[in-house]
């Protein structure tokens, strides 16, 4: 494989090309079991046909992965560039103004502490707000490259490092808050990360996690439409493909108990008269009070047992 030929180019898939695996060995992250069943709608809409790599569902609770994993050389390609994917500093820039204030004031009235960790901080956006929201804001991020922007654009120096080796930095029940944007999605062992979690969250800790909905939508599932990729040409960066269900179920079965699932920015609202806004309001309602997929993301607010 030619590590230097990326989605900055043409041909990053081809460097992946191969047969898909027949029978996956990876235990389910969910339930554990091993009965896969290749998604062949889900792996066509990511234009991923061609590569090793495809969708899988699992058999027993229908949750979704990318396999094989992919290899250490292989997720050095997968993640070069990174950085540039996106226009993402743009895109934070937004979620600087429309979605972390409102992500804080939620976590505000849920925890009388400020000790706040952003895991996979990416850019530095996220700490730099809740910084200026009055917290004692740190953040890890394993992106050398990503922990060089937060310096530049923010000022803030990151830790690189990822977080299994928290007990380097900090003491069990260091924070109060620990927060993970869109980051469960990209780990290859997703499960794997939550016992760290629970040991450096403080006692009525509340642990926030956003990942993408992107497989589980009731309306507009991307898995309708033909390569679908929606990352400037990098279909590979997401490893799991969460529904409501199975996300609450992992995470609750590693000492946390759901607090809230919100599908909906607060700020989305537009009016189109009393039926449609009434119609609106319900399907939001059901959406949430039965944790079905319905909204284009899925957010979660976790409290320590």
């Not at 996956?24 to 290749?38: A, E, L």
């Not at 607090?259 to 009434?278: A, H, L, P």
Request: aromatic share 14%; hydrophobic share 35%; glycine share 8%.
């Amino acid at each position: 494989m030619n590590s230097q030929t990326t989605y900055c180019e043409n041909d990053f898939l081809g460097q992946f090309a191969g047969e898909r695996t027949k029978n996956p060995k990876h235990s389910c992250d969910v339930c554990g079991q091993r009965n896969w069943r290749y998604h062949r709608r889900n792996t066509e809409s990511l234009g991923i046909s061609s590569t090793k790599f495809a969708v899988y569902s699992c058999g027993q609770c229908g949750f979704l992965r990318m396999l094989p994993l992919p290899t250490k050389e292989e997720l050095t390609a997968i993640y070069e560039c990174y950085v540039e994917k996106g226009d993402r500093l743009a895109v934070e820039r937004q979620r600087a103004q429309d979605v972390y204030p409102n992500k804080l004031k939620v976590v505000k009235s849920l925890v009388g502490g400020n000790r706040l960790l952003d895991v996979g901080a990416g850019l530095g956006t996220f700490v730099r707000v809740a910084m200026d929201a009055g917290f004692a804001a740190v953040g890890v991020e394993y992106s050398k490259e990503q922990c060089d922007v937060a310096r530049r654009q923010y000022g803030i120096n990151l830790l690189n490092d990822v977080i299994e080796n928290w007990s380097i930095y900090f003491h069990p029940g260091s924070f109060d808050v620990v927060n993970m944007h869109h980051v469960f999605e990209h780990l290859l062992y997703p499960r794997s990360i939550l016992p760290c979690v629970h040991e450096i969250l403080a006692s009525g800790g509340v642990l926030l996690i956003e990942v993408p909905n992107q497989f589980n939508r009731l309306r507009g599932n991307h898995s309708f439409y033909p390569r679908f990729s929606g990352y400037s040409g990098n279909p590979l960066h997401h490893q799991s493909f969460f529904s409501p269900k199975n996300l609450i179920r992992m995470v609750s079965s590693e000492g946390f108990s759901l607090i809230t699932c919100r599908q909906f920015r607060e700020n989305s609202e537009y009016d189109r008269g009393f039926v449609w806004n009434f119609s609106r309001k319900m399907y939001r309602y059901v959406v949430n009070k039965f944790s079905v997929g319905g909204g284009s993301f899925i957010e979660c607010y976790f409290l320590k047992n």
